[in-house]
């Protein structure tokens, strides 16, 4: 099975982990006035989001939050622009992606 218990953590608990940690640094980089590249972000938090679903391979809803939330909640107190919000929408298409992914591997998976 893939990523049975990495470190003793169980997957169930290291994808929030993970896409915390995605979410924050994301969100960090792109609240910095020099950063101005906003496909780079889109796609970082699209593919952050992916990674931490495929390793929970449960409650998508929960990974794209804690991916996607941590960006306007820096931005938006900053620029005032609510269009960081759009953020939670590709981190809900990453997530999805990724659940998806782990369902047809769990599926493929040999049993042991």
Do not use: H, K, N, Y
Not at 13 to 21: E, F, H, Q, S, V
């Amino acid at each position: 099975m893939l990523f049975r218990r990495p470190l003793g953590i169980g997957r169930e608990l290291l994808g929030p982990i993970l896409a915390l940690g995605f979410g924050l640094t994301i969100g960090f980089i792109d609240s910095r006035p020099e950063w101005d590249d906003t496909g780079v972000t889109a796609g970082l938090l699209v593919a952050a989001a992916a990674v931490a679903a495929l390793v929970a391979g449960r409650r998508p809803w929960l990974i794209a939050l804690l991916v996607g939330l941590p960006t306007p909640l820096l931005e938006v107190p900053q620029t005032g622009q609510p269009a960081a919000f759009l953020a939670l929408v590709a981190a809900a298409l990453g997530a999805f992606c990724g659940f998806v992914a782990a369902r047809s591997l769990r599926r493929t998976a040999p049993a042991e």
